[in-house]
């Protein structure tokens, strides 16, 4: 019998996140991951049944407690074979110049420096067994801009320039890509777009085209800045 294809995934119990975990849940998928709320965990354990692998809370922005994390999904759930960063932060729009500098320091942690955490985590497992897909979640302001949001275009920029540089640095059978997953109706958008947002997909009608697009990726994806179909 051939053994459940493993995905690890930050920012696991809300949004995008927790429609993608339960999708690749109901597709046979093992499904590893971190929140920062443990209710929601447990909640996501209850919907994932004999599909839920490693559900631990953290703080993506704590390199130990990332590290730490990853030593227990390579022990109790494998290598995965994609890891998803997902997790994310939006401030609530504003002109770049009226950020507080913490709000700006938070947004660079959590986007940029909690995405490498991940990366520097899990990617030694991959090279070790030879193959695996890191996904890095970018955007639509990662690859253009708007006002109001020059923090979170930094950090999505960001995002789409170390993965392309990254992949440079892979050796065969190992792939790492940003991908862009479209305009989804979340608590985020909202931050951005208020009841706006509410004429967008909403994260399950998302999860059905992201799911299979993310399911077939390979190594062939290494480099390419990648958008949810």
């Given at each position: ?42 909640t ?22 990332v ?108 792939a ?5 997953p ?14 706006a ?33």
């Amino acid at each position: 019998m051939t053994a459940a294809r493993h995905l690890c995934l930050t920012g696991c119990t809300r949004g995008l996140g927790r429609a993608l975990a339960e999708w690749m849940g109901r597709a046979g998928w093992t499904v590893s991951g971190c929140g920062r709320n443990a209710g929601d965990l447990r909640t996501l354990r209850g919907a994932l049944g004999a599909r839920a692998g490693t559900l631990r809370p953290l703080d993506i922005t704590d390199a130990e407690a990332v590290h730490t994390f990853a030593e227990e999904v390579l022990a109790e759930s494998g290598t995965p074979d994609l890891v998803v960063n997902n997790a994310g932060l939006l401030l609530p729009p504003g002109p770049l110049w009226e950020v507080p500098a913490e709000d700006f320091r938070r947004i660079l942690a959590v986007n940029v420096e909690g995405t490498v955490h991940l990366l520097r985590a899990f990617t030694p497992a991959l090279i070790a067994r030879g193959s695996g897909v890191i996904v890095n979640l970018s955007s639509g302001w990662g690859r253009s801009t708007s006002p109001g949001v020059a923090s979170y275009c930094a950090t999505k920029w960001a995002i789409e320039g170390l993965s392309a540089a990254m992949a440079a640095e892979l050796p065969p059978g190992v792939a790492v890509a940003a991908l862009n997953p479209g305009v989804i109706d979340t608590d985020m958008l909202r931050t951005a777009f208020g009841e706006a947002a509410a004429g967008h997909p909403e994260p399950s009608a998302w999860a059905e085209r992201a799911g299979p697009f993310l399911a077939g990726l390979n190594a062939s994806c290494n480099g390419r800045a990648l958008t949810v179909p």
